[in-house]
């Protein structure tokens, strides 16, 4: 089974893979299992950039997450860790006005694409 681990480490993150042969690797953003692990890591690498704010970065986990589940926010669980240790279980409702937040921009991007004159 394949395993993330994140932590702090003098004040800053870090994300750890492991996998059933027993290597580890390090990241800034990755994504385990499931069928689309590979085009969500690639999304990943490519949408994550040093710097972000926590709001940029739980956004992009949800956009990530929205590529594979069909539900929106009730099957997703969103865990902040904060400097200190702190973790926070982001609510429901909170992962929900961000689903909501990223599909009407989707459906914006599908309306300004539909190629008609208005």
């Given at each position: 089974?394949?395993?993330?681990?994140?932590?702090?480490?003098?004040?800053?993150?870090?994300?750890?893979?492991?996998?059933?042969?027993?290597?580890?690797?390090?990241?800034?953003?990755?994504?385990?299992?499931?069928?689309?692990?590979?085009?969500?890591?690639?999304?990943?690498?490519?949408?994550?950039?040093?710097?972000?704010?926590?709001?940029?970065?739980?956004?992009?986990?949800?956009?990530?997450?929205?590529?594979?589940?069909?539900?929106?926010?009730?099957?997703?669980?969103?865990?902040?860790?904060?400097?200190?240790?702190?973790?926070?279980?982001?609510?429901?409702s909170?992962?929900?006005?961000?689903?909501?937040?990223?599909?009407?921009?989707?459906?914006?991007?599908?309306?300004?694409?539909?190629?008609g004159?208005?």
């Amino acid at each position: 089974i394949a395993c993330l681990l994140a932590g702090l480490e003098r004040g800053e993150p870090y994300l750890y893979q492991t996998d059933p042969a027993g290597t580890h690797s390090r990241w800034r953003a990755q994504v385990i299992g499931g069928r689309n692990a590979k085009s969500l890591r690639e999304f990943l690498e490519k949408q994550y950039a040093d710097g972000l704010t926590e709001q940029k970065c739980v956004r992009l986990a949800v956009q990530a997450l929205l590529e594979v589940v069909d539900s929106g926010a009730k099957t997703m669980e969103i865990c902040v860790l904060r400097s200190g240790g702190v973790k926070e279980v982001l609510a429901e409702s909170g992962v929900e006005a961000i689903v909501k937040e990223i599909e009407a921009e989707q459906e914006e991007k599908r309306a300004g694409t539909g190629g008609g004159d208005e």
